[in-house]
């Protein structure tokens, strides 16, 4: 009830849009690592088995944590693990003891370690994810929210980047796809089923993810890419029309980076209820937003903001919260742009207009604030306001002051760059700097920073 509360007030707060984000950006990591202390961890893998039970909609899991310390360290590491009750620990095979201290765990060393040393954290858990797992009623799906740590113990800091393994044990009529690419799919003899990915590529926790369910599937292959769909509404003809511009889609996108998309495929599912989020190769949404696309071929856009996550979000991700403009405000205006490629001038224009009215209205609330927030500890609806509408905002007004070409030109020599890595507003200042006159230089250091 809870759940169904949180996200009938979420969506009422953003607009189809402005849909995805972490919903809960982990206020004790975000402010306890700024950015000029070196974290101790380097974290390099998850290797995760992870059993839910829909009838209680628990989980139970194991996970084996390969990370390289940065730093020496005399006492104790700090994870972040959300609501998980550790049932075992073990440091490189070695019985340890962990503490619990809020959203964050802490793992006691037997014995002071060293900076360049590699280590193996293992940790057996059990816990009833408060949103970042849902287990909708009909126990037909499982899907996972962004919050990752309420269902596997890691780092939720979005700049550390990792690689997984996934092994999840399901019911054996579910279908299932997840970030990363399926390595095997195996009949238990309980009747159950596991699905095993591999996620090579580091990535941020935020965006490892999975679905699962009663679903019917689509598959499709453009001469580049694979396209998988999911749904328990829609059957395949449907789930073809809903997400028919996608390859369009990554093309564009492709184009305007000037980097390609990372993955052999790309996997969208329609699940009970969601605002939209982005996973690493997949997207999810609701079924509701799937009847409107078909009703309204025009919708598409939190499909382009969802697509434009997998180079604005995903592989150039903000290295914390604090710039999660580089990351919402991009994908909100570069799915605007899309809209203006697919359908025409006009459409994109009523995205900027959006925008500007809603700019207008926190100025004259006086809650305009600048996009590089000073901590993002509790933001309102209109700190989210400023990072997506007033983020887009600025990101037009850019390409008006700039033109087409030297706009287009910073906007891909900011993303080749940086992709793959995390990134704050001197990265994206620094490459914009590179093709605009210097005149540029006041308006943009005060819309990112305010004025000085
Ligand atoms: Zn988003």
């Known amino acids: 009830m809870n759940t169904h509360r949180r996200y009938c007030s979420v969506a009422l707060l953003c607009s189809a849009l402005a849909a995805c984000s972490p919903q809960n950006p982990p206020a004790a990591v975000?402010?306890?690592t700024p950015a000029d202390t070196v974290n101790p961890i380097d974290l390099l893998h998850y290797d995760i088995q992870l059993q839910p039970d829909l009838a209680t909609a628990t989980v139970r899991g194991?996970?084996?944590l390969r990370l390289r310390l940065q730093a020496d360290v005399a006492d104790h590491l700090l994870l972040d693990s959300d609501g998980l009750a550790i049932d075992a620990a073990r440091l490189d095979g070695e019985a340890v003891t962990t503490l619990?201290?809020?959203k964050q765990l802490q793992v006691m060393l037997p014995r002071p370690r060293q900076r360049g040393e590699l280590l193996d954290i293992e940790l057996r858990y059990?816990?009833?994810?408060r949103f970042g797992l849902q287990f909708p009623a009909d126990q037909a799906q499982l899907y996972t929210i962004f919050s990752t740590q309420q269902w596997v113990p890691g780092i939720a800091r979005p700049g550390e980047r990792a690689g997984?393994?996934?092994r999840v044990i399901l019911p054996g009529d579910f279908g299932a796809a997840a970030s990363g690419e399926l390595v095997s799919s195996e009949n238990l003899d309980?009747?159950?089923?596991?699905?095993h990915w591999r996620q090579t590529r580091p990535i941020p926790a935020y965006v490892m993810g999975f679905v699962a369910g009663k679903f019917d599937s689509a598959q499709w292959y453009d001469d580049t890419l694979f396209f998988n769909a999911y749904s328990a509404s829609l059957g395949q003809e449907e789930l073809r029309r809903v997400f028919a511009d996608s390859s369009d889609m990554l093309a564009y996108f492709a184009r305007r980076a000037g980097v390609a998309y990372p993955y052999r495929e790309y996997s969208q599912a329609l699940v009970s209820e969601t605002i939209g989020q982005e996973l690493a190769g997949l997207a999810l949404y609701s079924d509701a937003y799937g009847r409107r696309v078909l009703e309204q071929p025009e919708s598409v856009g939190l499909i382009a903001h969802e697509a434009a996550h997998q180079w604005w979000g995903n592989e150039v991700t903000c290295r914390d919260w604090t710039d999660f403009w580089l990351n919402e405000g991009f994908a909100t205006f570069m799915a605007a742009t899309y809209l203006e490629h697919r359908f025409g001038r006009e459409a994109y224009l009523r995205q900027v207009e959006?925008?500007?009215k809603r700019v207008d209205e926190l100025v004259a609330a006086g809650k305009d604030k600048p996009l590089h927030f000073a901590d993002w500890n509790q933001p309102s609806a209109d700190?989210?306001?400023v990072v997506y509408q007033k983020g887009a905002y600025f990101l037009h007004q850019l390409r008006e002051h700039l033109g087409e070409d030297a706009f287009w030109r910073g906007i891909a020599l900011y993303t080749k760059k940086h992709f793959g890595t995390a990134v704050d507003s001197a990265d994206f200042v620094a490459a914009m700097r590179a093709v605009a006159p210097a005149e540029h230089s006041g308006f943009i250091n005060a819309a990112i920073y305010g004025p000085r």
């Open 62 to 64: 194991r996970v084996v």
């Open 30 to 32: 975000a402010s306890s």
């Open 383 to 385: 700190d989210r306001a």
């Open 126 to 129: 059990h816990g009833k994810p």
């Open 100 to 102: 619990a201290a809020g």
């Open 354 to 356: 959006g925008w500007r």
């Open 190 to 195: 309980s009747g159950r089923q596991i699905f």
């Open 164 to 166: 997984f393994d996934l």
